[in-house]
């Protein structure tokens, strides 16, 4: 076998995590706190049924489904992020300058490939998101940690972090953050856009979770107070309509977008054209609005179900987040309990069958940071189980506080 690349190495700490993190979660008899995934009934069966069987029937539609399409992506797709996800959040963009992209994840490579040569440093959020993390350490990056709290990433560490490490690039998920569920304040917002442009840093704005908001009100992204073209903010349809369609993309001004098709067509040419009929056609035609108030509705009822079930039955002295959106809270546990070995017996206990994703893995620091941690996930679990779920684990760590 000839020798794996010395990019492998590099990222086979946070791949190893990533195994580990979610591992367990395959177990059907296990209330499952741990994955990302959006519910069952969040994905528009229905409506996709009808869809493919109508576009399958016009000519022409059928054929662009099937066939090779541009690097940029089908252009009513690009239409409707201009007009139905990002004019409403108060960003004013021309198709011309969004990329579809096989996923979010996808943007985020491709972003790294434009910019990120071996050593350079990525400022990131403390905790972040880990799957970006293997994506840095793929490029060979060095990540350094920015400190966050309840309003974000704190903008004067990251003034600090920027002067001192000289970064090509901060990445940021401003909006019901994973793992935490926080959402940066709006001077913050405005803040880092401004230091991107300051110091000639490249900031990366994650947002998938941005359009699932069901309560509090809405702030712009970073974006929308980006000047001079140092925010690319990279965007998912995984939680609005389907992850396993794997449809995200990128808006970026002329210079960068230029080169992210240059970037998409060397690595696959273009985003499989199906999936975008299918969802393109999916907004046209108007259902949108009704999915997105069902989605809202769903989860909101789930984020308050487990928020109040944590309150209940969690330890006194846990910290815990309130998301107004997406599908993560996050808990802080008091008593010095390890929530790396809490897991293993949470899933393992046969009275308990419950799994989260212990907080270790999401701070990049190492040193124990997050130990004490955890990310609860609702969105894929219903009201009933999150009670009983909750209920169980709370018991758990209760008698482990003994
Ligand atoms: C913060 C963050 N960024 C990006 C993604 C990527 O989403 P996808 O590649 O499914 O569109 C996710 C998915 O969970 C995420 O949590």
């Known amino acids: 076998m000839p020798h794996f690349a010395q990019r492998m190495k590099t990222m086979e700490k946070s791949a190893q995590i990533i195994r ?19 519910a069952r009934e969040a994905l528009p069966i229905d409506i996709v049924r009808e869809i493919v069987n109508d576009v399958m029937r016009v000519d022409k539609r059928g054929v662009e489904g099937l066939q090779y399409g541009s690097v940029k992506g089908l252009p ?39 910019f990120i040569d071996p050593g350079d440093v990525i400022l990131v959020e403390s905790p972040t998101f880990v799957h970006c993390v293997e994506i840095f350490e793929m490029f060979q990056a060095k990540c350094i ?70 309560s509090g009100s809405e702030l712009k992204p970073i974006k929308a107070f980006d000047r001079t073209g140092h925010t690319v ?5 995984s939680k609005i309509f389907s992850p396993g369609s794997r449809l995200g993309y990128v808006l970026a001004d002329d210079a960068v977008s230029s080169k992210l098709c240059d970037a998409k067509s060397a690595t696959n040419s273009h985003t499989s054209m199906l999936p975008q009929v299918i969802c393109a056609e999916f907004f046209k035609r108007g259902y949108y609005p009704a999915h997105h108030r069902m989605i809202c509705d769903l989860y909101r009822e789930r984020r308050d179900t ?52 212990a907080g270790e893995g999401f701070f990049i620091e190492g040193g124990g940071m997050g130990r004490n941690c955890m990310r609860l996930s609702f969105g894929a679990v219903s009201p009933e189980k999150i009670r009983i779920g909750a209920e169980r684990l709370g018991n758990l760590i209760r008698s482990r506080l003994k």
């Not at 580990?20 to 959006?38: C, E, K, R, T, V």
């Not at 997406?326 to 790396?340: C, Q, R, S, Y």
């Not at 809490?342 to 419950?354: H, I, R, W, Y």
Request: aromatic content about 8%; proline content about 6%.
């Open 306 to 357: 487990m928020i109040d079930c944590i309150d209940r039955f969690f330890p006194e002295g846990t910290k815990r987040t309130f998301p107004d959106g997406g599908l993560f809270t996050w808990a802080e546990l008091p008593g010095g309990i390890d929530t790396t070995e809490l897991l293993v017996e949470s899933t393992g206990n046969p009275a308990v069958k419950v799994a989260f994703v």
């Open 76 to 114: 009513d797709l690009r239409e409707v992020v201009v007009s139905e996800l990002l004019a409403p959040k108060g960003i004013e963009a021309k198709a011309d300058n969004i990329l579809i992209t096989s996923g979010g994840l996808e943007g985020i490579n491709l972003l790294c490939q434009l």
């Open 233 to 237: 903010l990279a965007n998912s349809f």
């Open 145 to 214: 940690s920015v400190a966050m709290d309840d309003d974000g990433m704190v903008a004067e560490d990251l003034e600090e972090k920027i002067r001192k490490h000289n970064p090509k690039m901060v990445y940021v998920i401003p909006t019901f953050h994973n793992p935490t569920g926080r959402t940066l304040s709006l001077e913050r917002r405005k803040r880092i856009a401004e230091l991107g442009s300051e110091y000639d840093v490249l900031i990366l704005e994650d947002d998938p979770y941005r359009d699932i908001r069901y």
């Open 20 to 38: 580990n993190l979610f591992g367990a979660m395959n177990d059907p008899n296990l209330i499952s706190f741990g994955g990302g995934a959006p």
